[in-house]
């Protein structure tokens, strides 16, 4: 999980990075999926939800080039437009409900 901090007047603009994202993360092996969670109240951060099959997976995916490539790409927001550093978290499923 990824908590980022974006001030409201880019909140727009983050959104649209994420449909329109590279999608490089897609094809990596191990990778379930991502979901990106929009604040409801004021001042909390967006969520970046990204499920892998096991911790070895994420690992090489952020040590991969296509990591580097998709968080380097264009289009991508300036500073200004973080109100705080971003807080990665990592957690392991230990129960899961009906699906």
Do not use: C
């Not at 090489?60 to 973080?82: C, I, V, Y």
Request: glycine share 10%; charged share 25%; proline share 6%.
């Amino acid at each position: 999980m990824n908590r980022i901090f974006v001030k409201p007047e880019f909140a727009e603009q983050f959104e649209e990075r994420f449909r329109t994202r590279a999608g490089l993360v897609d094809s990596m092996p191990g990778f379930v999926r991502n979901e990106v969670l929009r604040p409801t109240r004021a001042g909390d951060p967006f969520i970046v939800l990204t499920y892998w099959d096991n911790m070895g997976a994420f690992t090489a995916w952020t040590e991969s080039d296509a990591f580097k490539q998709g968080h380097a790409r264009s289009g991508s927001l300036p500073r200004e437009a973080f109100s705080g550093p971003n807080v990665l978290e990592i957690h392991e499923v230990i129960g899961q409900g009906a699906q």
